[in-house]
C-alpha cells in the first residue's frame, strides 16, 4: 500500500508555549524523522509524506509520527490517503514514471 498523510500539531504543549510564528517544521521534522527511520521506502513534499509497505508496518509508522507530533501541542491533525493495492511493490516510483509517459505520449 501506499499511504500518503499529513500532520500537524495545534493548542499549546504540555511543556510551555509554542513559537509565536505558528510554524510546525520542527513537529515535522519529528514526524519525518521516524519515518525515514522506519526503513520503508518514503517521499516527503511540501504537503505529505508517503509511506510505502505492508498495513501493519505502514500504520505503525503513522501511529509513531503522530505521536512524536503530540509533543509539540495539546491536539494533533492527521489527514491520511491510501492506495491498497495488493500484490504491488515500487508503486511509490512506479506510478509516477506511468505518469511521465502519459504525458510524453510515449
Known amino acids: ?34 519515518v525515514r527511520e522506519s526503513g520503508l521506502p518514503n517521499k516527503t513534499d511540501s504537503m505529505f509524506t508517503t509511506i510505502e509497505g505492508e498495513w501493519d508496518e505502514v500504520f505503525e509508522v503513522v501511529k509513531k509520527a503522530t505521536e512524536a507530533v503530540g509533543e509539540f501541542g495539546s491536539r494533533v491533525s492527521l ?13 511509490l516510483v512506479a506510478k509516477v514514471d506511468r505518469l511521465e509517459q502519459a504525458i510524453s505520449g510515449s
Do not use: C, N, Q, W
Open 79 to 91: 489527514v491520511i490517503k491510501a492506495d491498497i493495492r495488493p500484490g504491488y511493490s515500487g508503486e
Open 1 to 34: 500500500m501506499l499511504l500518503a498523510f499529513s500532520v500537524a500539531p495545534s493548542g499549546t504543549p504540555a511543556g510551555g508555549s509554542r513559537p509565536s510564528d505558528a510554524s510546525v517544521h520542527d513537529a515535522v521534522a519529528a514526524a519525518v524523522k521516524i
